[in-house]
């Protein structure tokens, strides 16, 4: 996985007009969870922005007034009107202990159906998958190359190396759909 850090705050005060003070400032509310204890804190929104605009999962190095933990973004909640990030869940990353998160998909090569004319449909972006957080890989690849007209590749045809794939089997993850102009002239063949 890749890595981003996050320097932050411990937060005093965890009610509602606090936080709504913090996010005035320019901060974002965040708590981290999953370890031996909670940790509230606040952090300055630009520091999200990595986390936030991108497919890819990151170990996020948080750096609490001195105090180093390791998460992985988990939830984030946005303001329903100006969409600026409000608050911000990760969970702590704990050696030995599996966690859950969705990895982006790349698919590589050309299909043959796609040579002959049909249209690439990328169904499902990211799989879930479980596993210690140092075997999860940045993205998981899938080589398109033998597919044709009409074929779809399902998330049972992905191979899983050191993780546990939790998205159903029978998901298509990508297929190759026939354009209506060529309909007719594969059924004359």
């Known amino acids: ?66 105090e180093i933990r390791y998460g992985i973004l988990q939830d984030t909640q946005y303001h329903p009107v100006n969409d600026a990030l409000i608050h911000a869940d990760f969970l702590e990353v704990v050696e030995g202990k599996a966690v859950t998160v969705d990895v982006p998909i790349k698919l590589t090569g050309t299909s043959e159906g796609v040579i002959k004319g049909g249209k690439l449909n990328q169904k499902l972006r990211k799989l879930r998958v479980k596993g210690l957080s140092n075997e999860i890989p940045d993205y998981i690849e899938l080589d398109v ?45």
């Open 1 to 66: 996985m890749k890595k981003v850090e996050i320097v932050g705050y411990k937060r005093a005060d965890l009610g509602k007009t606090a936080a709504q003070r913090l996010r005035a400032e320019g901060y974002v509310p965040s708590v981290l969870y999953g370890g031996e204890s909670q940790l509230h804190f606040y952090a300055p929104a630009i520091l999200f922005r990595p986390l936030l605009f991108t497919p890819d999962v990151y170990e996020v190095t948080l750096n609490i007034e001195g």
């Open 145 to 189: 190359t033998s597919l044709g007209l009409g074929k779809s590749l399902k998330v049972e045809a992905i191979k899983a190396g050191g993780f546990e794939v939790l998205s159903s089997r029978n998901i298509p993850v990508v297929s190759i759909d026939i354009p209506r102009a060529l309909r007719g002239t594969l059924r004359a063949e």
